[in-house]
């Protein structure tokens, strides 16, 4: 066991300063999330409840298991954009009669149309469906005056869609309202679809019928009526209890998980300290691994690249940071060689940068991470490495919002470890060997 100590001193200008900065972030980003919750204003969503229907995160709460988290995703997209934030809808990953969940929830308090946000909020929650391996249940109702707007526009969602049929992935979706738009398509490529009875409304589609993982053809026939809404979110329930699934993935080596050595309170003035200031890596591991132990990968050779193994909450993994400097040959060597050996042991990879300064995992460790099977968990990078997961932490304003979402850095270990028990759902299996490195223009 090798425990990193790296204990620093709160109360040092940089650290204090950091703090303040992260702080400020905070509020701008709480703002945001504010704004995203409010969905179409007071007065829909007092016209909404009049109606004796439930809003979107109404609607999730109940569909959930009681006290069981929620990993909301990209809850500020749209953000500095002329479209809504949060773009009407509600993503995310939640546990339903034990079982985690993806979850599509439309918001229809916001009027104007869905928007290319919306639009890619559903891709994204569908794609993190199908590779992970989770169940996806759609609780879908557009607005008013998106209703009679005609049949959707594109192919991408329902492409994405299909894909959950492909990979045998359950779909389940509970009808609120009107569909229209590309939320029509939620019911349309359901295997389970439930309606309100009296409230429900599906526009026809001119698309090609999929067959869903259950063999059926969908025809947009309720499978099953609900009384209300909240009969509604039973009879979801119900489905998922009945599926009978399982996670195909190991399941935590340690449990329950040690704490960190050291407090996750200090990822603010980490997160908010200038990066020239706190550029190493190992202090955000070590509030963030289980018992802030981590065995380092060829410590003294390519030096602006941190790699070794840890575990986050009693899941293995395999951790590259980048420490803010730009990769030569020897970073690059060093990362392919270490995502071999990831996927040579099926242990899942976790990519982080202090910042999000561009090209600093060169080509050579692209193209491995291309070829790498294992699952990919990324923060602060973007989507470098199309990771299973990616987050950030605030301080990148509206840009880092098309990520699966801006975080509290306090929050990091938790919101980790959900998504490495979601990535666990499916097989985790590494490809083997990846090949000789060779070296890509900017490696040298």
């Known amino acids: 066991m090798t425990v990193l100590d790296t204990a620093i001193d709160p109360r040092t200008p940089a650290y204090l300063e950091g703090r303040g900065v992260a702080l400020e ?5 709480e703002a945001a999330l504010e704004a995203a919750r409010a969905g179409g204003g007071e007065k829909a969503v007092t ?23 929620f990993l909301e995703l990209a809850p500020v997209a ?27 929830a439309t918001d229809p308090t916001v009027e104007g149309g869905t928007g290319p946000y919306a639009s890619e909020k559903i891709r994204r929650a569908a794609r993190i469906a199908a ?12 607005a008013a005056d998106t209703a009679a707007a005609g049949p959707p526009p594109g192919g991408g969602v329902a492409r994405d869609l299909g894909r959950l049929a492909a990979q045998r992935v359950p779909t389940v979706c509970v009808v609120f309202g009107a569909t229209s738009g590309e939320v ?32 059926h053809v969908p025809t ?46 200090d990822l603010l003035s980490l ?19 289980d018992g802030s132990d981590f065995d380092e990968f060829k410590p003294g050779y390519g030096t602006a690249l941190v790699a070794g193994w840890g575990e986050l909450h009693g899941y293995p993994v395999g951790v590259l940071a980048a420490v803010g400097a730009r990769h030569a040959a020897a970073e690059t060597q060093k990362a392919v060689h270490f995502i071999q050996l990831a996927n040579a042991t099926d242990t899942s990879l976790l990519l982080i940068q202090r910042d999000r300064t561009p090209g600093l995992f060169g080509a050579g460790v692209i193209d491995a991470l291309a070829h790498s099977t294992v699952p990919h968990l990324a923060l602060n990078t973007g989507r470098t490495g199309d990771p299973r997961f990616a987050f950030g932490w605030p301080g990148d304003g509206p840009a880092a919002s098309d990520d699966d979402g801006v975080i509290d850095p306090r929050d990091t270990r938790t919101v980790l470890g959900l998504c490495l028990s979601a990535v666990h759902s499916a097989v985790v299996e590494g490809a083997g060997h990846l090949g000789v490195f060779r070296p890509g223009k900017g490696d040298q």
């Open 131 to 142: 590779r992970n391996r989770l169940p996806l249940v759609n609780l879908a109702e557009s």
């Open 47 to 69: 016209r909404h409840h009049a109606r004796g229907k439930l809003l979107p995160r109404e609607r999730v709460e109940m569909l959930l298991d009681q006290d069981s988290p």
């Open 220 to 265: 947009g026939a309720a499978d099953q009526l609900a009384e209300d809404e909240r009969d509604g979110l039973r009879l979801a329930r119900q489905c998922i209890r009945r599926l009978n699934w399982r996670k195909r993935g190991p399941a935590p080596r340690t449990f329950p998980p040690e704490e960190p050595k050291y407090a996750g309170e």
């Open 271 to 289: 997160s908010g300290a200038a990066a020239a200031t706190l550029s190493d890596p190992r202090e955000v591991l070590a509030r963030i691994l």
């Open 184 to 215: 029509a398509y939620l019911p349309a490529l359901a295997d389970y679809t439930i309606m309100v009875r009296g409230h429900t409304k599906m526009l026809t589609l001119n698309a090609p019928p999929l067959r869903g993982v259950n063999g």
């Open 78 to 104: 749209g953000w500095g954009s002329n479209y809504p934030v949060g773009a009407g809808m509600v993503t995310g990953v939640g546990v339903i009669e034990g079982v985690e969940c993806t979850v599509i």
């Open 25 to 29: 972030r905070l509020s701008q980003l």
